[in-house]
């Protein structure tokens, strides 16, 4: 599948495989000539995502447009500074929309809902424990990885059998693909994108910001702070009681 749309004095294509495609969400499904995802966000000034350019299959990689402004990374990591008595207003506000993007992003890619897909999820950790293990990772060892197998097994007797809430992927939602200017928030990175929990995401960004506090000089309480704007901007504060968000 190919979409156009204009830009300027010029109109751009992208080609597709199928509507499955890694990325098609960025596509233009109705043929109105602009990006699905950039019109999820048209009654949403204060949010958005990056226009893409072109698609090189070859390279995974999506050529977007130039978003301006800094990462909200870099916001918040001198925000929450241990002697500051709070990360501030923008940064709050920055975590809170970054919560409402995503929300808004998986209402527009809503997929049903399916069973948590342990296989990938249990490849994944086998090949990052012995990687670790293999680097000689402090405290990663035989009695470590038995532990960890152990809990996971544990978590994955409780979520398996149930229905979960399924949508797009970003698969990197984090503070690090997210431009902030002005108040605007703009995600890029889309290149890993699929379906899959909705759970995902939303721990993913929270695990962000949770490692932050490992950074003697960042102080815990600012990050908790962040961490409760970001879930109050989701819709999903409950979210850490799920069995799937512990695992």
């Given amino acids: 599948?190919?979409?156009?749309?204009?830009?300027?004095?010029?109109?751009?294509?992208?080609?597709?495989?199928?509507?499955?495609?890694?990325?098609?969400?960025?596509?233009?499904?109705?043929?109105?000539?602009?990006?699905?995802?950039?019109?999820?966000?048209?009654?949403?000034?204060?949010?958005?995502?990056?226009?893409?350019?072109?698609?090189?299959?070859?390279?995974?990689?999506?050529?977007?447009?130039?978003?301006?402004?800094?990462?909200?990374?870099?916001?918040?990591?001198?925000?929450c500074r241990a002697w500051r008595p709070g990360p501030g207003s923008r940064a709050l506000q920055a975590c809170e929309r970054a919560g409402q993007w995503l929300a808004i992003f998986q209402q527009s890619t809503a997929a049903g809902e399916g069973a948590f897909d342990a296989q990938e999820w249990q490849e994944y950790c086998g090949y990052r424990t012995r990687a670790l293990a293999a680097k000689k990772a402090p405290g990663v060892d035989a009695a470590w990885i038995a532990?960890?197998?152990?809990?996971?097994?544990?978590?994955?007797?409780?979520?398996?059998?149930?229905?979960?809430?399924?949508?797009?992927?970003?698969?990197?939602?984090?503070?690090?693909?997210?431009?902030?200017?002005?108040?605007?928030?703009?995600?890029?990175?889309?290149?890993?994108?699929?379906?899959?929990?909705t759970c995902y995401d939303v721990c993913n960004f929270w695990t962000k910001l949770e490692r932050m506090k490992r950074d003697i000089r960042i102080g815990a309480r600012n990050v908790v702070q962040l961490q409760q704007a970001f879930l109050r901007g989701y819709g999903g504060a409950d979210a850490l009681g799920q069995p799937l968000f512990e695992l």
């Fill in 1 to 79: 599948r190919s979409w156009t749309w204009a830009t300027g004095n010029a109109a751009l294509s992208l080609v597709t495989a199928d509507n499955r495609d890694q990325g098609v969400r960025l596509g233009d499904m109705n043929g109105d000539g602009r990006p699905d995802l950039v019109k999820a966000f048209a009654d949403y000034p204060e949010l958005g995502a990056v226009e893409p350019v072109v698609r090189l299959d070859e390279l995974f990689t999506l050529v977007t447009r130039e978003a301006p402004g800094g990462t909200l990374e870099d916001l918040i990591h001198p925000a």
């Fill in 147 to 197: 532990g960890f197998d152990a809990r996971a097994a544990r978590l994955l007797g409780v979520v398996a059998g149930r229905l979960w809430p399924l949508a797009g992927r970003h698969n990197d939602y984090a503070p690090h693909n997210i431009i902030e200017r002005d108040g605007r928030l703009s995600v890029l990175d889309f290149t890993m994108y699929n379906e899959g929990a």
